[in-house]
């Protein structure tokens, strides 16, 4: 991607946020939700799709300007909306395009990239995060397609989707090879949204827990193939990480301006704030990381264009980037004083919003596991 192409979608989409979003994002914080003309006005900007192919409703962009929109959002301290626009825009989309019949993406696609349909998707169960294996709800054949029972919880956009796609055991005695991905319209009969999931940040972006109380799904919403879910979302995780670290950038970024801007103006003991060692210290460090993991995020975008982007490189990126981003805006709000702690200054949102970042798209704790494994298969 040219810097002339990047500046001009970088322009247009900070001019379509200063105008659509920052004037009323605080109001959705305080209801909980994104109101569906935020998404349709998204759509007729073409930030719905942005490297979607064109015959869907895409604007056939490189994949790096869907991770710019993503930076800029955060940027400017929406994190709710990031993380709701990342699951839309960035994962289920691609999803879809990706591993979709021609009938199945004709259905959808075209409405989500103009925001008129919105999308989540379910793996997360009460008692199986991160362990897929362990998931509980089944689809079981019929003579007309499947029938569909289980739940799901901490779903992104489970409020709003109008297509969810699930995660589903099909063959609960064949392991990770009897997993299979599903297309649920959400006004089926027997689909249900639980009360929406109260968090300590990101409340714009609203959180679920749904019910498939034995919802009878036609033939045609199998997902690719069956028993290939598991490879599936292997297959989708570098991009559904990749978007995390654009998030994570941006939040630094956009928490470090805002920073800079504090402490060159307050003062403490005759002194300005910025003038303290221990602030241009604590400013420099954060700086030299953020540089340091965008060289890394952008090796990655790279290797995800030439497909050898793996599940390694995935969990490093995450892992860094995510721990980066809890860590700096900690030590950003540190500098604000009790300024910092009061909703009335922004830095405290990015604070709240960035928490779940280590937890979401696969723990820190896992991001390890996934390069541990990586490292001893070589050894062995």
Not at 176 to 202: E, M
Request: glycine residues 10%.
């Amino acid at each position: 991607m040219d810097a002339q192409t990047n500046e001009l979608f970088h322009a247009m989409i900070s001019r379509c946020l200063a105008q659509e979003v920052a004037p009323f994002y605080q109001y959705w914080e305080e209801a909980g939700e994104i109101p569906r003309s935020l998404w349709r006005k998204l759509g007729a900007a073409g930030l719905l799709g942005i490297d979607l192919d064109d015959a869907w409703g895409g604007a056939g962009a490189d994949i790096a300007i869907t991770q710019l929109a993503l930076e800029e959002i955060s940027r400017q301290g929406f994190g709710g909306l990031a993380s709701a626009y990342n699951i839309h825009a960035n994962i289920v989309m691609p999803y879809l395009q990706n591993l979709a019949t021609n009938e199945q993406r004709e259905t959808w696609l075209p409405a989500m990239a103009r925001g008129e349909s919105l999308g989540a998707i379910a793996m997360t169960e009460p008692n199986a995060g991160s362990d897929l294996a362990a998931i509980k709800t089944r689809a079981t054949k019929t003579k007309a397609g499947w029938e569909l029972t289980g739940s799901k919880i901490f779903i992104t956009n489970g409020q709003v989707a109008d297509l969810v796609i699930v995660c589903a055991k099909t063959d609960p005695s064949a392991g990770a090879k009897g997993v299979s991905l599903f297309l649920v319209d959400t006004r089926l009969p027997g689909f249900s949204r639980g009360k929406p999931i109260k968090k300590i940040g990101q409340h714009a972006s609203d959180t679920a827990e749904l019910a498939f109380d034995h919802i009878q799904l036609p033939c045609d919403a199998l997902l690719g193939e069956e028993g290939a879910g598991f490879r599936y979302l292997m297959q989708e995780l570098p991009r559904e990480r990749l978007g995390v670290g654009a998030q994570a950038l941006g939040a630094v970024e956009g928490a470090l301006a805002l920073t800079l801007e504090y402490v060159q103006q307050r003062q403490a003991f005759g002194r300005r704030v910025a003038d303290f060692q221990n602030t241009r210290f604590t400013l420099g460090e954060i700086k030299a990381q953020l540089d340091m993991a965008r060289a890394y995020f952008n090796h990655c975008v790279d290797k995800y264009r030439q497909g050898t982007m793996n599940s390694t490189d995935a969990a490093i990126l995450k892992l860094q980037l995510s721990e980066l981003q809890c860590r700096a805006v900690d030590r950003c709000l540190q500098l604000f004083g009790g300024y910092g702690y009061t909703h009335e200054y922004p830095i405290s949102r990015f604070y709240l919003d960035a928490r779940v970042q280590t937890i979401y798209a696969g723990s820190s704790e896992i991001m390890k596991e996934v390069v541990a494994r990586s490292l001893l298969g070589k050894v062995a």
